[in-house]
């Protein structure tokens, strides 16, 4: 009798851990698939533009100090980086068409961010 109130129990621990799994999946996997990327490109585009903007802001800083240093820099580095995340978002991301892709976005994990972002980059 004792026997099966554990196989229950590990039973239902390895159910919570499949859950647990596919939420945690989904955390890392929702946003770039919405953004028509994989996990690995969305993670080294997105490392690529934040490099590049760490150094247009030190470029602005430095031409802060140093007026005649850069002066130039750090708003072409604005926007070439607008230009680039503007045509990308026009060819990978669309706002959801059905019910179902509506559905998607509102149940999608969140930490950051707001929801339904990429549908209203795909709307401008």
Do not use: C
Request: aromatic fraction near 8%; charge should be positive; glycine fraction near 8%.
């Amino acid at each position: 009798m004792r026997l099966g109130y554990i196989k229950d129990f590990n039973m239902a621990l390895k159910a919570i851990f499949r859950e647990a799994a596919g939420q945690l999946k989904a955390l890392f996997t929702t946003h770039p698939a919405q953004s028509g990327e994989g996990y690995f490109q969305h993670l080294f585009t997105t490392i690529d533009s934040s490099v590049r903007m760490i150094a247009g802001g030190l470029a602005g800083i430095l031409h802060a100090l140093f007026p005649w240093l850069l002066p130039m820099t750090a708003s072409e580095t604005v926007q070439q980086l607008h230009v680039e995340l503007r045509a990308g978002a026009a060819r990978r991301v669309r706002a959801p068409q059905t019910e179902a892709e509506r559905a998607a976005m509102r149940r999608e994990p969140r930490l950051f961010g707001s929801a339904g972002h990429a549908a209203a980059s795909a709307a401008e």
